[in-house]
């Protein structure tokens, strides 16, 4: 009790009576910002500077989504074995090493593979099929990944990389042994990547603000994988919402990381085949006894699932800001989910899920929604 009315105090004097006043009207900026007590940074909170100037480039992605949640399994498949690792929503990226990890353990010890060599063909070229590349090299495989795209043109490339396994399945659909499953993944991911951190595979601890107007819960499952944790009530943080829960995460900068992950494959004698699949047929006659599937979307195509649907994202990329060493997420008027991912190649604007949406056009509406809303959100932040 002491220590959060203690913490309070921090806050409330960083920012200054006049911005809480601001922050709670919604009204704009007020500096100073000294004492503000923040769990990993010692530098001032600013805000991001927020333009339609200053946008670089926008870009649409669609999250391979299966409200039942992603699928990892292996079934016999003619006279080889078929392990599938795909449908992992809007957290594939947090959850590639760890659902790869339970993808290949299908397989580790499977006679089938001993006797015919250990020799594995990977479909797909986004996170999960060079995760799941890396952990069979790993066990003494030989790895081929035939992909219709680079992962730079995949919807990995596109994720904003925040570790959070979020939007990953609907919690009224999946089952209890999904929930299960994806605990597991979350576990081995996060251990994974926090082993990983540093530039040269793009990986960082970072701040994380998630705003909300409720309570949050206080029984998240994924609770015991974000440091310090704390929440603070109305007028108690600087963003125009009611609730604040201060943490930290990882963050993943996709493109370096892919681009890395590509260079240990073929380092370890991977290779890559460029192949636009168009059945299962194709698939069986290749060489390898042993075929993953990881081809996030196009499963629904080739392996007939219809459970697997786009939920289309769109994201604004601005210039880094180095002074900007927070993430946040949450805030806006809940037409689509608003977040600011502060990385070394870009600023992050998010963003929307559409569930059933195929198309890859720009919504301009969309720009305008995430644009005044994030400008909204920050107002309460001194400028840098
Ligand atoms: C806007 C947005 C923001 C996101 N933010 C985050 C985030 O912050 N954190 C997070 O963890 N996740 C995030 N995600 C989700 C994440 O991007 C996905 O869950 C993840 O990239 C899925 O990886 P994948 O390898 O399964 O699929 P993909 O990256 O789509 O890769 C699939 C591969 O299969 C290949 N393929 C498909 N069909 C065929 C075929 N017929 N023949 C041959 N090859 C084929 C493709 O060419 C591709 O190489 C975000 C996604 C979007 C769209």
Redesign the pocket.
């Known amino acids: 009790m002491l220590h959060r009315e203690l913490k309070r105090r921090h806050f409330l004097q960083g920012l200054g009576a006049g911005a809480v006043a601001a922050s709670l009207s919604g009204c704009t900026q007020t500096p100073v910002n000294k004492g503000f007590e923040r769990p990993f940074s010692r530098n001032p909170m600013v805000a991001p500077r927020i333009s339609a100037n200053n946008i670089i480039t926008e870009?649409?992605?669609?999250?391979?989504y299966r409200a039942e949640g992603f699928v990892v399994r292996s079934e016999p498949f003619g006279d080889k074995i078929l392990v599938h690792?795909?449908?992992?929503?809007?957290?594939?990226?947090?959850?590639?090493w760890g659902s790869s990890a339970l993808a290949v353990s299908e397989v580790k010890n499977a006679e089938m593979s001993n006797a015919k060599g250990k020799k594995a063909a990977i479909?797909?070229?986004?996170?999960?099929?060079?995760t799941t590349a890396r952990l069979l090299q790993e066990a003494g495989w030989s790895v081929t990944i035939?992909?219709?795209?680079?992962?730079r043109?995949?919807?990995?490339?596109?994720?904003?990389?925040?570790?959070?396994?979020f939007?990953v399945h609907d919690p009224l659909v999946s089952s209890a042994a999904f929930k299960l499953q994806l605990q597991l993944a979350a576990q081995i991911s996060h251990e994974t990547f926090a082993r990983m951190v540093g530039d040269d595979y793009a990986i960082k601890w970072i701040e994380l603000y998630t705003a909300s107007n409720t309570p949050p819960k206080a029984d998240s499952p994924f609770s015991q994988f974000y440091p310090y944790r704390d929440t603070y009530g109305p007028g108690d943080h600087p963003f125009p919402t009611n609730y604040c829960t201060v943490s930290a995460t990882m963050l993943?900068e996709?493109a370096t990381f892919l681009r890395r992950l590509i260079q240990d494959v073929r380092a370890a004698g991977g290779e890559f085949v460029i192949?636009?699949?168009?059945d299962q047929d194709e698939i069986h006659a290749l060489q390898e006894p042993v075929v993953f599937n990881?081809?996030?979307?196009?499963?629904r195509?080739?392996f007939g699932d219809e459970g697997i649907t786009p939920?289309?994202?769109?994201?604004i990329l601005l210039p880094p800001d180095p002074a900007v060493d927070f993430l946040t997420v949450g805030g806006g008027s809940g037409k689509g989910p608003l977040y600011m991912?502060s990385r070394n190649d870009y600023m992050i604007l998010?963003?929307?899920f559409k569930p059933g949406d195929w198309s890859k056009q720009l919504e301009p509406q969309e720009t305008e929604r995430i644009l005044t809303e994030s400008q909204a959100f920050f107002a309460g932040l001194p400028k840098s």
Not at 157 to 163: D, H, L, M, P, T
């Open positions: 870009i649409v992605g669609h999250r391979p690792n795909y449908g992992h929503g809007g957290g594939g990226v947090t959850l590639s479909v797909g070229g986004g996170v999960m099929g060079l035939y992909t219709r795209e680079m992962a043109h995949t919807t990995s490339q596109v994720a904003g990389g925040e570790w959070g396994p939007s993943v996709t192949r636009d699949f168009k990881c081809t996030g979307l196009g499963s195509a080739l939920a289309k994202g769109q994201l991912f998010g963003g929307t």
